[in-house]
């Protein structure tokens, strides 16, 4: 069965701190794996995408990583602020004829002052 | 920049009564899609529309149908609305299989 977990369910960290977010994925055949970030009451937007020849892509204080050997994936993120505090996601696409989406529960974080 | 434009917001139903929940796109993207979130799971498939004039069931298609009314608009309805239909409703969309999925804001379904 298709799945994707993430790990922690929720984090609280304090404001300039850093944090990383696991995800799992047993999603087979593999196209790309992606990070939303999802603010209360908004729908999800991307952060990044990762194809299996990537290891390593960063956008601004994310970072991402893939492991396609070992089905693993981690946001990293810097110098944390206020504005941090969202959802994050981990959706990856298969490839199926739709490219068909398994989304992650989300991990909250929650980020203080 | 509009992307996805999800209307209502908001709704609340009694069991029993029907609505139609409506999603236009502005990015000339060929898929378009209905999910629902409910709390400490990850969005789940309800319909999708590969392209203009196709529709096909996701996941959880039970008590919905959807009508692909031309490429822009994917429309979701509810017949005989549930309390188990209680959740939030994301319509995306996307350029092809695989590229990125843009979000509507989501509506907010109660009923009661």
């Known amino acids: 069965k298709n799945q994707v977990e993430q790990s922690p369910q929720s984090l609280i960290i304090l404001e300039g701190k850093n944090c990383t977010l696991q995800c799992n994925y047993t999603v087979s055949p593999f196209s790309n794996l992606r990070w939303y970030k999802q603010d209360t009451g908004r729908g999800p937007v991307s952060l990044t995408i990762m194809t299996f020849s990537e290891n390593t892509k960063s956008n601004g204080r994310y970072t991402a990583t893939l492991d396609a050997d070992t089905k693993q994936s981690s946001l990293h993120i810097t110098a944390s602020q206020l504005s941090d505090s969202a959802s994050y996601i981990c959706?990856?696409?298969?490839?199926?004829?739709?490219?068909?989406?398994?989304f992650g529960q989300g991990t909250i974080l929650t980020v203080h002052p | 920049n509009a992307g996805v434009t999800q209307t209502p917001k908001f709704q609340v139903l009694k069991t029993g009564q029907s609505m139609t929940l409506q999603c236009a796109q502005d990015m000339n993207h060929n898929s378009m899609y209905w999910y629902r979130q409910d709390p400490g799971m990850g969005l789940r498939l309800i319909y999708y529309s590969a392209s203009e004039g196709t529709t096909d069931k996701g996941e959880v298609p039970n008590g919905y149908n959807v009508s692909r009314l031309n490429k822009r608009e994917f429309s979701l309805r509810l017949e005989s609305a549930a309390p188990s239909q209680t959740s939030v409703y994301f319509c995306a969309s996307r350029r092809t299989a695989n590229t990125e999925a843009f979000f509507g804001q989501g509506t907010r379904l109660t009923v009661v």
């Open positions: 959706v990856v696409s298969g490839g199926t004829s739709y490219g068909k989406l398994t």
